[in-house]
């Protein structure tokens, strides 16, 4: 009962931002453990960061601590990624994801997914 569709995503300088958006209907949102994933060519599916379903906790892989921030607004079923200072090493089409229980840095654990947005960071 959850559908997730990602925006935000577009071609930045190296060093620049850009802010990721997840917006998820459904009245499970608010329970619901969401996370953000990043795929680039020739490459397996990474985990990037997590938020619980109350934002009191969260989780980040080593390579983006201090760049990138996670948040979410349950009142707006939204969920947000900003990222700074972005590397052409960050390009990759980045996935939202959602799952009914704790946070968890495992692809297979997230039930629903949604279809990307691409994220280009030239040099």
């Known amino acids: 009962q959850v559908q997730l569709v990602e925006s935000g995503g577009g071609l930045v300088q190296a060093g620049g931002s850009l802010r990721l958006s997840c917006a998820a209907s459904?009245?499970?949102?608010?329970?619901?453990?969401m996370a953000w994933f990043r795929q680039a060519p020739g490459k397996e599916r990474e985990f990037v960061s997590a938020?619980?379903?109350?934002?009191?906790?969260?989780l980040y892989t080593d390579s983006v601590k201090g760049r990138f921030t996670i948040s979410r607004d349950n009142a707006r079923n939204t969920m947000y990624l900003q990222m700074n200072s972005l590397r052409p090493e960050d390009t990759a089409v980045y996935y939202c994801a959602a799952r009914l229980g704790r946070l968890s840095g495992l692809t297979s654990e997230y039930r629903y997914w949604g279809q990307g947005t691409q994220v280009t960071v030239s040099s």
């Open positions: 938020i619980s379903w109350s934002g009191g906790a969260t």
């Open positions: 459904g009245r499970t949102f608010s329970s619901a453990a």
